[in-house]
């Protein structure tokens, strides 16, 4: 833009004379002066924009550095912040989950013969029994009595149980039944839960019979069965015969997470 202004100038200012040659060189040599006056300019100007330009590259670099830098220090004090405040609050954390896999998780207990064999020659209860041992895991359910000669489970824990029962009978072939009774607190009867009936086949000496129920259960509450025919041999080793109680949900924990 200088030059063409210059340019312009300087043609307003030529002013060529036929009739006086010394005129016209003296003007030519002026003018040419200019021009070199006003490339020198233009060049310098050209200098200037570039070292401006490398100065506003380098702030610039210098500012996206700086930028950078900030985000990452940002972003590194906020995952600080977010992993103290997780381990502040990871022991309340702990604790609610612990409560509600308290009441989602089911609780076992198994109980197997105290001794191997029982011969039944009355309508009696079947046992003793013993809790088994191989259920002794987090999921092992202990909140319970061995009562009347360890022939009745009594619960400690009120809660939605399920109840499941098989007796091994060996001998003669014949019918074979018997129930599951509920005796509860504070009441004079007592309750039949389920009944299993079976026979064995003319050629088998073995049968086994098996049933289950989904109750709610009192703490307190008594768990027995009993044998429906006489002279009756029943297997009482482990991986015969077992009663078993399963804590479904438990209303102590519910109430405690409320």
């Known amino acids: 833009m200088a030059r063409k202004i210059k340019m312009e100038h300087l043609k307003s200012d030529i002013d060529l004379h036929v009739d ?3 005129k016209n060189a003296e003007n030519l040599i002026e003018w040419n002066v200019d021009m070199k006056v006003t490339v020198s300019n233009v060049q310098s100007i050209n200098v200037n924009l570039l070292l401006l330009m490398s100065k ?8 996206n550095r700086a930028w950078i830098h900030r985000s990452e220090r940002f972003l590194e004090n906020r995952n ?3 992993m103290q405040r997780l381990l502040e609050e990871a022991s309340s954390i702990t604790k609610t989950i612990d409560i509600f ?3 989602r998780r089911p609780l076992v207990a198994t109980f197997v013969g105290a001794i191997p064999e029982q011969h039944i020659t009355d309508t009696v209860y079947i046992g003793p029994w013993v809790k088994s041992t191989k259920n002794d895991t987090q999921y092992s359910l202990n909140k319970f009595h061995l009562v009347e ?3 009745s489970i009594e619960v400690t824990v009120t809660g939605l149980y399920m109840i499941s029962a098989q007796i091994f009978y060996f001998g003669e072939p014949t019918n074979y039944s018997y129930w599951i009774l509920l005796n509860s607190e504070g009441k004079s009867t007592t309750q039949k839960l389920v009944k299993c009936s079976t026979a064995s086949s003319a050629s088998a000496t073995e049968v086994s019979c098996y049933t289950s129920v989904i109750i709610p259960l009192q703490r307190g509450d008594r ?4 044998q429906q025919e006489r002279d009756r041999l029943i297997n009482m080793r482990e991986g015969h015969s077992y009663i078993q109680l399963v804590l479904l949900s438990n209303n102590t924990s519910r109430r405690r997470v409320r």
């Open 101 to 103: 896999d308290r009441i």
């Open 80 to 82: 600080l912040h977010d």
């Open 223 to 226: 768990v027995h069965i009993q």
């Open 56 to 63: 506003y590259d380098r702030l610039n670099r210098s500012l």
């Open 149 to 151: 000669d360890k022939k």
């Open 20 to 22: 006086n040659p010394t």
